[in-house]
């Protein structure tokens, strides 16, 4: 009977190992759409930079699969117009053309078809540059009240009552505050503006009349600055981030994401609850539970937000002032937007809205809850020239995620089994400290992590939508006040918080340099929320590349055992043979002369 040789099966078993490897590939390929980076033509697109981070995070995504997509944060007001004259494929904003939120300045309109399709979720953050002995102050808490009061100029001194009541023990410097705003039209601006009208209309009221730059009855774009000293602009994201980290006694708003970057603190700022929170992705997500979606699928404004009800909820986690931010697209072919474009942008979406949530926490945003992710995949279906490929990648995540098998495109939002409305992030969101048991009963389950929009079962519906609030009175429980003044005098809805419990209480011990003070002892399980966002898995089926993962593993140890203990074994076996047959019949017996005996 004849053996193969041990040099034969040496050449056997990298056959295998590299066939093995073959299969890991292709297993490992298949969680990645096919780029065809061939057939799609450049694409170019401007707007928004309060999303511009996120937009470029995923610009860099498709570029490594060989689509090149190109765009330009140069402001939501600029990105609107650019597309509704033609001299853009796409645009990025926070606000729609027209309705109760859109802009009155804005003069430029698509004469073409479109659609509005929500692409990230985020928080308007209050980065600030102030020293305190000669060290950076990196806890500063403030009200809504006191931003109100400090955007509209009324509060003009680091030391101001307002600002004191609410970070006791912190010896605030008697220095100018200088405020940084937008100098371009931008969507961080009119979200902002939009919150101070419906918070705080006297205070926006005020703005309005002393500046001359906006009308108190509509947001704007455009931050009216002109007559306050105090207050400088700088055009973009970046330039209100580069001025606001170099010059002493700043403060700005932007997008969260901004601050990260270069790495400076945020106000943690006063929400509903009484509570002081920063826009993590936890927090944005709790917040936008409460988000209205325009449902009316033949509206201009299909998907489009209403936020009124996201500043006044009294979810001891929730961020204030978040909102959405939206991709425009056309919907019809026009100018030099051909069926090779619409391809491309159809592409482009898909991957924005599947593979791209998955880096949005960490980058200082919050991923789209799955629900909004379908409903902006139909809307990615009605581009013209939509490809095969594209068009498969999404019937594979909505049956994926309707039939609760699968979680596709890996969303951290989103667990097979629940309805796509439920948001896994608001599931798992920490309370902060100082909310004990009592505090957190009101807020836990699915009924507080859902979201409206299409999708949505038995909870929110458009026009209505669905505010939840506390059942019993102990919901509201928060750290003792540290000053009877808190909530300052807004003479809006939120002037209702005044007296509000601060979040540090007065007997906690805080920093009078840096502000930092520690935390209050909670009552019940309450955790402490931090401003390091934490992006959860959303994973929780078996898929192509948790198997490719195991097999490359058994490969590789394969590989590093398997050849000494065949040798071994072998050996042996020839030593046994050796022995019963004498050193004579050594060469008779290996003919090969590999050691091997057979």
Not at 239 to 247: I, K, M, Q
Not at 414 to 423: A, E, H, Q, R, W
Request: glycine content about 10%.
């Amino acid at each position: 009977m004849s053996f193969p040789t041990l040099s034969t099966l040496r050449r056997i078993g990298i056959a295998l190992a590299a066939l093995v490897a073959i299969c890991s590939a292709a297993l490992w390929s298949t969680a990645l759409p096919a780029a065809h980076a061939a057939s799609y033509p450049r694409l170019s697109g401007d707007g928004s930079s309060w999303a511009g981070n996120a937009l470029n995070d995923w610009v860099t995504g498709v570029k490594a699969q060989g689509v090149t997509v190109d765009f330009n944060p140069d402001g939501s007001s600029q990105g609107r117009a650019n597309f509704a004259n033609g001299l853009s494929d796409y645009a990025v904003s926070e606000i729609p053309y027209k309705g109760d939120t859109a802009d009155p300045q804005d003069q430029s309109f698509p004469g073409f078809g479109y659609g509005m399709l929500p692409v990230v979720a985020g928080g308007t953050s209050f980065m600030y540059n102030v020293q305190v002995n000669g060290k950076r102050l990196t806890t500063l808490d403030l009200s809504q009240a006191a931003l109100a009061k400090i955007f509209s100029g009324q509060v003009t001194q680091w030391n101001d009552p307002i600002i004191k009541a609410t970070n006791p023990g912190v010896n605030l410097p008697a220095q100018r505050i200088t405020v940084v705003v937008r100098s371009d039209g931008s969507g961080a601006t009119a979200e902002f503006t939009l919150w101070m009208k419906h918070q705080f209309p006297a205070d926006y009221a005020k703005l309005c009349a002393k500046t001359g730059g906006c009308n108190a009855s509509s947001a704007t774009s455009y931050f009216p600055y002109q007559h306050l000293t105090n207050f400088v602009a700088q055009s973009g994201s970046n330039g209100v981030t580069t001025y606001t980290a170099s010059t002493p006694y700043t403060i700005n708003y932007d997008e969260y994401s901004y601050a990260r970057g270069v790495g400076f603190p945020v106000a943690q700022v006063q929400n509903a609850a009484g509570f002081y929170t920063v826009p993590s992705d936890t927090a944005v997500a709790v917040a936008l539970t409460q988000a209205k979606i325009n449902q009316d699928k033949s509206s201009a404004n299909y998907l489009s937000q209403d936020l009124s009800n996201v500043y006044a909820y009294k979810d001891p986690r929730t961020y204030p002032i978040s909102a959405y931010s939206y991709l425009i697209v056309p919907t019809v072919t026009h100018g030099s937007f051909d069926t090779g474009k619409g391809s491309t942008l159809a592409y482009f979406g898909t991957y924005a809205l599947c593979e791209g949530q998955r880096t949005m926490g960490a980058l200082g945003y919050s991923p789209l809850p799955m629900n909004l992710v379908l409903a902006a995949m139909d809307q990615v279906s009605r581009i013209p020239g939509i490809d095969a490929a594209t068009a498969s990648t999404i019937a594979a995540t909505k049956k994926g995620a309707s039939t609760g098998t699968a979680n596709p495109c890996d969303n951290p939002t989103f667990k097979p089994g629940d309805s796509p409305s439920v948001n896994q992030l608001v599931k798992t969101a920490p309370f902060p400290a100082g909310c004990d048991a009592a505090c957190q009963a009101p807020w836990t389950g699915i009924a507080a992590a859902v979201n409206d929009g299409p999708g949505t079962k038995g909870g929110k519906k458009h026009g209505g939508g669905t505010t939840l609030q506390p059942t019993t009175s102990t919901a509201s429980t928060a750290p003792t006040a540290a000053a009877g003044t808190g909530a300052g005098t807004g003479t809006g809805p939120a002037a209702a918080t005044t007296g509000a419990p601060a979040a540090v209480a007065a007997s906690v011990a805080c920093d009078p340099d840096t502000g930092i003070c520690s935390a209050p002892n909670a009552t019940g399980d309450g955790t402490q929320l931090v401003a390091n966002p934490t992006v959860i898995d959303g994973s929780s089926t078996w898929g192509p590349a948790q198997a490719a993962l195991i097999l490359s593993g058994i490969v590789a140890v394969l590989l590093i055992f398997a050849p000494p203990v065949v040798a071994r074994a072998l050996d042996v076996r020839r030593r046994q043979r050796l022995a019963a047959t004498g050193p004579g019949e050594d060469a008779e017996a290996d003919p090969d002369g590999d050691g091997s005996g057979w």
